[in-house]
């Protein structure tokens, strides 16, 4: 069983903040369907005796592509792969482009979780986000779900933005009380260099929220969520009925193919991305060839870390004793100092036979995370 993403890098316009692998160049649009169908068919056969359990349309926009576009490559994906029967089936649009599409056909095509990249409930952070699409977008998006069958609809937000206060958040999470949302990914600003935002905030020209303000929002937005019955399973990712099985996958470190610009896949004991140039990535398939720029052999101990790191962003935390069936260790003796030094400074707690981030190791996963990556 693997996970397939699929990359869709078009963008009506790039935002301020955005590093993603992106374009503004729609116009290319049919001559990369054209290559990520070439793609698509040099590695259907390779996998063809693999199960697929979820799929991801990221980006990007997915939703720019529009239905004429979608739809053929919906059917391509549906007759190229080997999809299980109780698949999840995401795509992440934009309220401004996903509000012209047919989703109840798109969903009689395997689609059955939207991922809408909402960010702010208010206009001006959207206008400094250099967001295009506006709160009426954001309503006609989620009436065109609301004529189809799917009932999984995520939102993305960002908070720590500059000019942020916790009067800010309220407001947000005011507005996302009156969305109909069953999933909330709610990711702290970083200012990207090279991003015309990031560049703002790295010169001093804007001001990030101090380091206590950025913690009162993310509490603020952790006890309120929970509050709106929105569970927390990892620490930026909140649900009211379905956690993301595909996201899962990733922080579980379980086995997915990616395809498209920039996608990485991750199979076994190997690690590959692609090109992140758009050219190359046309050029390389019009020869038939991979567009792979890197890829990686992964020792054991490397997936033990990997695994450690993504295991404790879940709440669910670390798993012991599947670890130590896989690696052949005693977990608690190798990892002895990160474990005590944890505990003591009340970041990491033991529950049930996991170590899981306490509400403060949250606020500190990097600390954590580091002391657990410098025993090897
Ligand atoms: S819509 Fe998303 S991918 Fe596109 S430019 Fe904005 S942040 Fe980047």
Wanted: proline share 3%.
């Amino acid at each position: 069983m693997i996970s397939l993403y699929i990359h869709l890098p078009f963008c009506r316009k790039k935002c301020a903040y955005c590093d993603f692998a992106s374009t503004s160049k729609t116009g290319d649009m049919d001559a990369y369907l054209r290559a990520l169908d070439r793609e698509i068919n040099l590695y259907k056969e390779e996998v063809r005796d693999q199960e697929i359990r979820t799929i991801y349309l990221g980006g990007g926009t997915p939703s720019v592509l529009g239905q004429g576009r979608l739809v053929p490559l919906f059917e391509k994906i549906q007759e190229s792969f080997n999809l299980t029967k109780d698949m999840e089936w995401t795509m992440e649009v934009n309220p401004e482009s996903g509000k012209d599409l047919d989703f109840q056909a798109l969903n009689q095509l395997g689609l059955n979780r939207v991922s809408m990249g909402i960010q702010s409930g208010q206009k001006n952070f959207l206008d400094l986000m250099g967001r295009i699409h506006s709160l009426e977008d954001v309503d006609a998006c989620l009436e065109q779900l609301a004529k189809s069958s799917i009932e999984e609809i995520n939102g993305d937000f960002i908070f720590g933005l500059p000019g942020q206060d916790l009067n800010h958040i309220k407001k947000d999470l005011d507005y996302i009380q009156s969305l109909a949302l069953t999933h909330l990914s709610y990711y702290s600003f970083i200012p990207e260099e090279g991003t015309p935002l990031g560049e703002e905030v790295l010169s001093g020209l804007k001001k990030l929220p101090k380091d206590q303000e950025d913690r009162l929002m993310d509490h603020y937005i952790q006890d309120r969520l929970a509050e709106l019955g929105y569970q927390q399973y990892e620490l930026s990712n909140f649900t009211k009925k379905n956690p993301c099985r595909h996201n899962l996958a990733y922080w579980q470190v379980q086995d997915y193919l990616g395809l498209g610009l920039s996608a990485h896949s991750s199979y076994r004991d190997q690690r590959w991305a692609n090109t992140t140039c758009l050219t190359s990535y046309m050029e390389d398939l019009a020869l038939g060839k991979k567009p792979i720029a890197q890829r990686e052999n992964l020792r054991k101990e490397d997936r033990l870390m990997e695994k450690i790191i993504l295991f404790l962003r879940l709440n669910s935390g670390i798993p012991v004793k599947d670890l130590e069936k896989d690696y052949g260790i005693d977990f608690k003796k190798v990892f002895a100092r990160a474990i005590e030094k944890n505990i003591q400074a009340q970041s990491l707690e033991e529950v049930e036979g996991t170590y899981r981030l306490t509400s403060y190791g949250q606020d500190v996963a990097n600390q954590v995370e580091l002391d657990f990556y410098r025993t090897f």
